[in-house]
């Protein structure tokens, strides 16, 4: 009968510890994007980063080469995307973020300065332009997600999906 009793105190001092061990396990759970399972963080990092690509697919939208405040907006959306986008980036991979954003020849802000300098708006060229150099950043940015190449295709091809990326840079110039 006594060891009973003693299993049975046993028993009610581990169920606390087991309950608190659940919910610990629980509140830190491994989160799914694109059908990938990747951690809380990169998840929040995931959605930090399509919060930034919305902002700069929106003032890109609006752009119009004789209103400089629209160009403004893309400029300021371009470099925060960097900023938000380039942690947890290994440093090459942040250079080449900046170059697709803001330092290269072909990147989208300084495609959009040479349209709003010259008063050209958008055409074709430079709205696939802008969509390539979107593309390769929005890769960048599903690298430091996760290791495996498959995965990073499936985080990339959701994030076009919501950001509806594709159809808002076919948008581009449209208000010319």
């Known amino acids: 009968m006594k060891e009973v009793d003693d299993m049975k105190k046993k028993i ?13 396990t629980g509140c830190n759970r491994n989160k799914v994007y694109g059908t990938v399972v990747i951690s809380s963080e990169k998840y929040s990092q995931v959605q930090t980063d399509k919060k930034y690509l919305n902002q700069l697919l929106g003032a890109l939208e ?10 403004d ?3 300021t959306s371009v470099d925060e995307l960097n900023k938000q986008a380039s942690k947890g980036m290994s440093k090459q991979d942040k250079q080449q973020l900046k170059g697709v954003l803001i330092s290269n020849d072909k990147s989208i802000k300084r495609q959009v300065k040479k349209a709003y300098e010259k008063y050209y708006g958008f055409d ?6 802008i969509g390539i150099e979107f593309h390769k950043a929005v890769n960048l940015m599903a690298k430091p997600i996760t290791k495996q190449k498959a995965n990073r295709e499936k985080v990339y091809n959701q994030l076009i999906k919501d950001t509806k990326a594709q159809q808002k840079l076919n948008n581009v110039g449209t208000n010319q």
């Open 124 to 129: 074709d060229d430079l709205s696939g332009t």
């Open 73 to 75: 907006k893309i400029y």
């Open 12 to 24: 009610y001092w581990l169920f606390p510890f087991l309950i608190i061990g659940l919910l610990l």
């Open 62 to 71: 609006k752009f119009d080469s004789e209103k400089p405040k629209t160009a």
